[in-house]
């Protein structure tokens, strides 16, 4: 892996971060599966008049929809509503040692000892950071875990698939996710026009910033960077993802970090650290 993608990759990563911000302040003026609705739509329209796909995608882009969109974002944003921005940065990072440790049974990708040794300290960082905030109750944290898997499959299938190009994609696995993320909108938020109405500056801003530059431009250099990558040398980057959202919280919401914070963030480097070293040699 060379330095322009792993520059990337942490890029991508603090457009993440960005969007759970904006996303925690978005779902107080609009539903959190509204809002991915008008998200996935409005990537779809951005970018599916300007791609094309093959049939033998479709079966997997529905996957990719189902997995990424429904599961991932379609959860993540639920949880938001009920669970503190930064407790919900933390644990849905549990979806970076997941995704490994599936590689290694899928793909036979080697983990190798420093490397398990390094996703064991990202884990205990996680745990460590997680007691600062208010942990969330059963519902919001079984939504977290949820999303986490998705995340963790949906990069497990992105490898699998036919190649596709990264715009494609987002953009079509995007169109396909509309439909049953707007079931699930009417069936649990109800009518739709009286929120949408409703909505003021952080709620629309949310949906745009977490189309335009979420989805459609660091998802796209996310999907690119898997394509060329091993996933257990791309997938541990995420996990610098609570770190900048603890750091932006402080900066735009006024939170503070306490002892456990520093902590957590100290042994989530370490491990991410220890797991990119470990790469090194095999990529020379």
Not at 11 to 18: D, E, K, L, R, S
Not at 90 to 96: E, N
Not at 201 to 221: E, I, L, N, T
Not at 246 to 262: A, D, H, R, W
């Amino acid at each position: 892996m060379n330095m322009i993608d792993r520059w990337l990759a942490v890029g991508v990563v603090a457009c993440w971060a960005g969007t759970l911000v904006l996303v925690k302040q978005g779902v107080a003026e609009m539903p959190p599966m509204l809002m991915s609705v008008m998200r996935f739509t409005l990537v779809a329209a951005l970018v599916v008049p300007f791609t094309r796909i093959g049939r033998r995608h479709i079966p997997w882009l529905l996957l990719v929809s189902f997995t990424f969109g429904t599961v991932h974002f379609g959860l993540l944003f639920m949880a938001l509503g009920l669970a503190e921005v930064g407790t919900s940065a933390v644990l849905v990072q549990l979806g970076a040692p997941m995704a490994s440790l599936l590689a290694c049974l899928v793909f036979r990708e080697p983990l190798g000892l420093m490397r398990a040794f390094g996703l064991a300290l990202t884990v205990a960082g996680v745990f460590v950071l997680a007691q600062g905030p208010t942990f969330p109750g059963f519902l919001p944290l079984a939504l977290l875990v949820a999303s986490a898997a998705g995340w963790a499959v949906t990069n497990l299938v992105v490898k699998l698939m036919p190649p596709l190009d990264a715009m494609a994609l987002t953009g079509w696995s995007s169109l396909f996710c509309v439909p049953q993320l707007a079931v699930a909108a009417l069936l649990f938020e109800g009518d739709p026009w009286p929120h949408l109405a409703a909505a003021g500056w952080h709620g629309w801003s949310a949906v745009v910033y977490s189309a335009v530059v979420s989805s459609v431009m660091a998802y796209g250099v996310w999907y690119w960077l898997l394509a060329r990558n091993p996933v257990n040398a791309i997938v541990p980057y995420s996990m610098l993802n609570p770190v900048m959202t603890i750091g932006l919280g402080v900066l735009v919401v006024g939170e503070s970090i306490p002892p456990l914070k520093i902590a957590g963030t100290v042994l989530i480097l370490g491990g991410v650290l220890l797991v990119l070293r470990q790469r090194r040699p095999a990529a020379a």
